[in-house]
T-cell receptor
Framework: NAGVTQTPKFQVLKTGQSMTLQCAQD?????MYWYRQDPGMGLRLIYY???????DKGEVPNGYNVSRLNKREFSLRLESAAPSQTSVYFC??????????????FGPGTRLTVT | GNSVTQMEGPVTLSEEAFLTINCTYT??????LFWYVQYPGEGLQLLLK?????DKGSNKGFEATYRKETTSFHLEKGSVQVSDSAVYFC?????????????FGKGTMLLVSP
């Protein structure tokens, strides 16, 4: 049981380039999330998917798009990277439904630098 | 809106010292409260949680009590170890979003020296 996995672990982009961050979970969780972590800012929610087929904006969605490919996978796309998107990106998942608890399980993160 | 405020760090302690990291929150309704820990270079791990007033969450020697009257969820440990050095995040669910999203504090770095 690998939990939540993210690829890549590290990435360097030039301004204007695009890329997709991949996330997968093998815990059969319904909900998935993308956060960014910046020094002194804690974690801020970019997008989330409460269930397969749905996505919603979080606190800081501008410049990003997401795709809930299936129940296991939730990808984050930067169409035209900007230096302000230099950050560490975390994916998380959570079980929902009767008897489910509310904690989220996090992946190891992707460290992205945009030059 | 909903928010979480944590004491700023870093908190620097010697091994076996007592730890308190303060956390207060603002929320409508009855949020669930969490402490997450992030070790260097890793993702966040759930440390403990409490889902209603007066609940005490505990794990690995850490404790926190959900105090609705003071809107607080302070993290404590009686005797810290070097291996406890990490960043600690207080978080709450958003009751008005069906408990689907988390709001985090900015994190408090703990450094424990031998």
């Amino acid at each position: 049981n690998a939990g939540v996995t993210q690829t890549p672990k590290f990435q360097v982009l030039k301004t204007g380039q695009s890329m997709t961050l991949q996330c997968a979970q093998d815990m059969n969780h319904n909900s998935m999330y993308w956060y960014r972590q910046d020094p002194g800012m804690g974690l801020r929610l970019i997008y989330y998917s409460a269930s397969e087929g749905t996505t919603d904006k979080g606190e800081v969605p501008n410049g990003y798009n997401v795709s809930r490919l299936n129940k296991r996978e939730f990808s984050l796309r930067l169409e035209s990277a900007a230096p302000s998107q230099t950050s560490v990106y975390f994916c998380a998942s959570r079980v929902t439904g009767h008897g489910g608890t509310y904690e989220q399980y996090f992946g190891p993160g992707t460290r992205l630098t945009v030059t | 809106g909903n928010s979480v405020t944590q004491m700023e760090g870093p908190v620097t302690l010697s091994e076996e010292a007592f730890l308190t990291i303060n956390c207060t929150y603002t929320a409508t309704g009855y949020p669930s409260l969490f402490w997450y820990v992030q070790y260097p270079g890793e993702g966040l791990q759930l440390l403990l949680k409490a889902t209603k007033a007066d609940d005490k969450g505990s794990n690995k020697g850490f404790e926190a009590t959900y105090r609705k009257e003071t809107t607080s969820f302070h993290l404590e440990k009686g005797s810290v170890q070097v291996s406890d050095s990490a960043v600690y995040f207080c978080a709450l669910t958003r009751p008005n979003s069906g408990y689907s999203t988390l709001t985090f504090g900015k994190g408090t770095m703990l450094l424990v020296s031998p």
